[in-house]
């Protein structure tokens, strides 16, 4: 049961370069968003979308952009890399948004920005 | 600003005793609270979520308390294992916040001494 998927696993980037994290996930939730977690920081949600077809500004969206190719994809693009945005970025999924239901975690990529 | 806070960031206990992790949180009108396992390189963890209407409940080995009057929440873990060692971390959905509305707190993280 692979639940929430991400690739790679791990990434270095050159300043200004793009690049886009994938995630997919196999338990047909309806909501999937994406997060930053950054050191002494609680999780931060940057996209989501509640449902396929629609996406929608997280706390923090900027220098990113996002795609919900289908039910079961999400993607996550950084056009023009920049050192702020190291972090570790993690997907998430929910069975439907705003019905209090718990989001599910891939186990993460780890981005660092030259 | 933060609303969703640990009263310790780290916790040490004897593996064999009962370990008690505390959120506080800032919302009254929160509905909805997650707890979440996080272990080294890995991606955050479902353990147990709890309603609003309830005080209490309870899974495997783990209890989760609420109490509304002081906006408390713990999780409690019984008979702790070496493999309990990991961050723990609350999450509180605020009714019309978007995105489920969860909020993450930073965590505390639980280390388990032989």
């Known amino acids: 049961n692979a639940g929430v998927t991400q690739t790679p696993k791990f990434q270095v980037l050159k300043t200004g370069q793009s690049m886009t994290l994938q995630c997919a996930q196999d338990m047909n939730h309806n909501s999937m968003y994406w997060y930053r977690q950054d050191p002494g920081m609680g999780l931060r949600l940057i996209y989501y979308s509640a449902s396929e077809g629609t996406t929608d500004k997280g706390e923090v969206p900027n220098g990113y952009n996002v795609s919900r190719l289908n039910k079961r994809e999400f993607s996550l693009r950084l056009e023009s890399a920049a050192p702020s945005q190291t972090s570790v970025y993690f997907c998430a999924s929910s069975d439907s948004w705003g019905n209090n239901q718990p989001q599910h975690f891939g186990d993460g990529t780890r981005l660092s920005i030259l | 600003g933060e609303s969703v806070g640990l009263h310790l960031p780290t916790l040490s206990v004897q593996e064999g005793d009962n370990s008690i992790i505390n959120c506080a949180y800032s919302n009254s009108a929160s509905d909805y609270f997650i707890w979440y396992k996080q272990e080294s390189g890995k991606g955050p963890q479902f353990i147990i979520d709890?309603?609003?209407?309830?005080d209490k409940r309870q899974g495997q080995r783990v209890t989760v308390l609420l109490n509304k009057t002081v906006k408390h929440l713990s999780l409690q873990i019984a008979a702790t294992q070496p493999g309990d060692s990991a961050v723990y971390f609350c999450?509180?959905?605020?009714?019309?916040?978007?995105?489920?509305?969860?909020?993450f707190g930073k965590g505390t993280h639980l280390i388990i001494q032989p």
């Open positions: 709890i309603r609003s209407n309830m």
């Open positions: 999450a509180e959905n605020i009714p019309g916040g978007g995105a489920d509305g969860l909020t």
